[in-house]
């Protein structure tokens, strides 16, 4: 899983940062100051286990119980670290700000354009969902931390005001530079690593009693509505959704590619570490809070609509579980900050290939701070739109932003599968070796699964207000980009455009030279 290696030391890649940038097409315009640790801190901060698995812990519980929340944490995680392997072996080769859009253009026969339309607009809007969620969440969290430390009333409206203060501080953090970015990213990663070591050492210490492991592992719960014959089966397949949900955002580390030191190696390593280091900090955290449980059904149903604050309460009382969500609102902060970054860079390129409208606006890099300054006040102002609904109805906002995950995971694996249908593909200086194939056809079947999986209802009976609208979204956004692409698009749109002169595509075998070739737009 990475380049060959002689005497223990990694052979170092064999051309510049930036002339592998021009062989794809594009100068130098963002900054490359990240270095291949802040490159996992931002893919890491955005995967956050302290926010996607605490503000979607609820889901596993009512939907499959502890067996769902810590195995089914285990489960999910190894098939996710198949995506972000096959992924990472495409980057290595193709380390650009577009990354899974560029890459299905790069890797299609035929059709490159319509390849990339598709992948890029299920990037774009998987992206934008992802934002507007991490930061609706973490206002959700910060107004029961608020509610518990300063006895402020919860409503809508003042969980959307912290939402929009919230993702506001993000379009300015971001707006500053990539150097803030990166400062920040890396105290981050720190932060969600001493932050579970201290919620975990808490609550192992503190509470006077805590479940029977076996339970922690083996109890099933079914809180779904369904009764029918394999319903507990079932209901535990529904609530793998929390792992799958929170396993996102790690295509951040190709998007900022472009500003990454040895973005060949730092890159897709960033990718596979960010899965792996969250599936065992994940699973730790998980694992902890769950033996935690005190009273399961009343914290399930908690007033705080977050059951994890709650067993925090139970388990150690008011004022230390208060602190411990401090530590969580913390971390969504950071998580919701990596996710504009990564938004408005995949953006930026979308906009740099003219595939956005107002292309000519998004595509702009301010000078001064090196940033894609309006591309991050795009992405803000789309997440906000995308949340503006839950002032009102909270099932239209879960249902736009049910393409975050199935939306993202059809962007993730459509260049995994055309790469597997490209044989004279010549891997990077970080590849699989012999275990390319099956790891990549594994990862499809996985993707293939989630999206059969995540489109059947969760909840019994089904109205209204409890319908799974994932299979809506996603066909919203399918419909919305065939028909444009249709009536306009494939009239204008050539897939990547290039701003440098004659650019070739490398496709280096490991180790070696790369071999160029002419591009096909």
Same mark, same amino acid.
């Given at each position: 899983?990475?380049?060959?290696?002689?005497?223990? !030391?990694?052979?170092?890649?064999? #051309?510049?940062?930036?002339?592998?940038?021009?062989?794809?097409?594009?100068?130098?315009?963002?900054?490359?100051?990240?270095?291949?640790?802040?490159?996992?801190?931002?893919?890491?901060?955005?995967?956050?286990?302290?926010?996607?698995?605490?503000?979607?812990?609820?889901?596993?519980?009512?939907?499959?119980?502890?067996?769902?929340?810590?195995?089914? &944490?285990?489960?999910?995680?190894?098939?996710?670290?198949?995506?972000?392997?096959?992924?990472?072996?495409?980057?290595?080769?193709?380390?650009?700000?577009?990354?899974?859009?560029? =890459?299905?253009?790069?890797? %299609?026969?035929?059709?490159?354009?319509?390849?990339? =339309?598709?992948?890029?607009?299920?990037?774009?809007?998987?992206?934008?969902?992802?934002?507007? %969620?991490?930061?609706?969440?973490?206002?959700?969290?910060?107004? %029961?931390?608020?509610?518990?430390?300063?006895?402020?009333?919860?409503?809508?409206?003042?969980?959307?005001?912290?939402?929009?203060?919230?993702?506001?501080?993000?379009?300015?953090?971001?707006?500053?530079?990539?150097?803030?970015?990166?400062?920040?990213?890396?105290?981050?990663?720190?932060?969600?690593?001493?932050?579970?070591?201290?919620?975990?050492?808490?609550?192992?210490?503190?509470?006077?009693?805590?479940?029977?492991?076996?339970?922690?592992?083996?109890?099933?719960?079914?809180?779904?509505?369904?009764?029918?014959?394999?319903?507990?089966?079932?209901?535990?397949?529904?609530?793998?959704?929390?792992?799958?949900?929170?396993?996102?955002?790690?295509?951040?580390?190709?998007?900022?590619?472009?500003?990454?030191?040895? %973005?060949?190696?730092?890159?897709?390593?960033?990718?596979?570490?960010?899965?792996?280091?969250?599936?065992?900090?994940?699973?730790?955290?998980?694992?902890?809070?769950?033996?935690? #449980?005190? @009273?399961?059904?009343?914290?399930?149903?908690? @007033?705080?609509?977050?059951? /994890?604050?709650?067993?925090?309460? @139970?388990?150690?009382?008011? @004022?230390?579980?208060?602190?411990?969500?401090?530590?969580?609102?913390?971390?969504?902060?950071?998580?919701?900050?990596?996710?504009?970054?990564?938004?408005?860079?995949?953006?930026?390129?979308?906009?740099?290939?003219?595939?956005?409208?107002?292309?000519?606006?998004?595509?702009?890099?301010?000078?001064?701070?090196?940033?894609?300054?309006?591309?991050?006040?795009?992405?803000?102002?789309?997440?906000?739109?995308?949340?503006?609904?839950?002032? =009102?109805?909270?099932?239209?906002?879960?249902?736009?932003?049910? #393409?975050?995950?199935?939306?993202?995971?059809?962007?993730?694996?459509?260049?995994?599968?055309?790469?597997?249908?490209? /044989?004279?593909?010549?891997?990077?200086?970080?590849?699989?070796?012999? =275990?390319?194939?099956?790891?990549?056809?594994?990862?499809?079947?996985?993707?293939?699964?989630?999206?059969?999986?995540?489109?059947?209802?969760?909840?019994?009976?089904?109205?209204?207000?409890?319908?799974?609208?994932? #299979?809506?979204?996603?066909?919203? !956004?399918?419909?919305?980009?065939?028909? &444009?692409?249709?009536?306009?698009?494939?009239?204008?749109?050539?897939?990547?455009?290039?701003?440098?002169?004659?650019?070739?595509?490398?496709?280096?075998?490991?180790?070696?030279?790369?071999?160029?070739?002419?591009?096909?737009?």
């Amino acid at each position: 899983m990475s380049s060959t290696i002689q005497d223990g !030391v990694p052979p170092k890649s064999p #051309i510049t940062d930036e002339e592998r940038l021009a062989q794809l097409g594009y100068k130098q315009e963002l900054r490359r100051k990240l270095s291949g640790f802040s490159n996992f801190a931002v893919s890491f901060s955005i995967i956050s286990i302290l926010a996607g698995a605490i503000t979607s812990y609820g889901i596993a519980m009512t939907a499959g119980g502890p067996l769902a929340i810590t195995l089914g &944490w285990l489960f999910v995680g190894v098939m996710v670290i198949f995506v972000a392997l096959a992924m990472a072996e495409i980057c290595s080769v193709y380390p650009t700000a577009g990354a899974l859009y560029w =890459w299905a253009a790069a890797l %299609a026969k035929r059709n490159k354009p319509a390849w990339a =339309w598709f992948v890029g607009w299920f990037n774009f809007l998987g992206e934008v969902a992802v934002t507007a %969620a991490i930061d609706f969440g973490a206002a959700i969290t910060t107004s %029961a931390f608020l509610g518990l430390a300063f006895d402020m009333e919860v409503t809508a409206g003042r969980t959307f005001l912290i939402f929009l203060l919230i993702i506001i501080a993000h379009g300015l953090l971001n707006t500053f530079g990539v150097n803030l970015v990166r400062v920040l990213s890396d105290i981050s990663a720190w932060w969600h690593l001493v932050g579970v070591a201290v919620i975990v050492a808490v609550l192992a210490i503190v509470p006077d009693q805590h479940k029977p492991i076996s339970e922690v592992f083996v109890e099933v719960r079914n809180e779904t509505g369904f009764t029918f014959g394999s319903a507990a089966v079932y209901a535990v397949l529904i609530g793998l959704l929390m792992a799958q949900y929170t396993y996102t955002g790690y295509d951040a580390s190709a998007h900022v590619a472009e500003e990454t030191h040895d %973005a060949a190696r730092s890159a897709p390593r960033g990718i596979v570490m960010s899965v792996v280091v969250s599936v065992i900090a994940g699973f730790v955290l998980l694992f902890a809070i769950t033996w935690s #449980i005190q @009273d399961y059904e009343a914290e399930r149903t908690t @007033d705080l609509a977050l059951p /994890p604050a709650q067993i925090f309460i @139970d388990a150690v009382g008011h @004022d230390l579980g208060t602190f411990l969500l401090f530590i969580c609102v913390v971390a969504q902060f950071f998580c919701g900050m990596a996710s504009v970054t990564a938004n408005s860079r995949m953006a930026y390129a979308f906009s740099r290939d003219g595939a956005l409208p107002g292309s000519r606006i998004w595509k702009r890099v301010n000078p001064r701070t090196g940033t894609p300054t309006n591309s991050i006040w795009l992405c803000v102002v789309c997440s906000s739109l995308l949340v503006l609904p839950s002032l =009102w109805n909270t099932t239209a906002y879960l249902a736009a932003t049910s #393409i975050a995950v199935i939306g993202l995971y059809i962007a993730y694996v459509a260049p995994v599968f055309l790469r597997r249908r490209t /044989p004279d593909f010549q891997v990077g200086v970080w590849n699989l070796g012999r =275990w390319s194939a099956p790891v990549g056809w594994i990862a499809i079947a996985w993707v293939v699964i989630i999206c059969v999986l995540f489109v059947l209802p969760t909840s019994s009976p089904v109205t209204a207000s409890t319908f799974n609208y994932t #299979i809506v979204a996603v066909g919203v !956004v399918l419909g919305g980009a065939w028909l &444009w692409w249709m009536l306009s698009a494939r009239h204008w749109f050539t897939g990547p455009r290039h701003n440098v002169p004659d650019p070739v595509i490398p496709r280096p075998a490991a180790g070696a030279e790369p071999v160029t070739e002419p591009t096909a737009d």
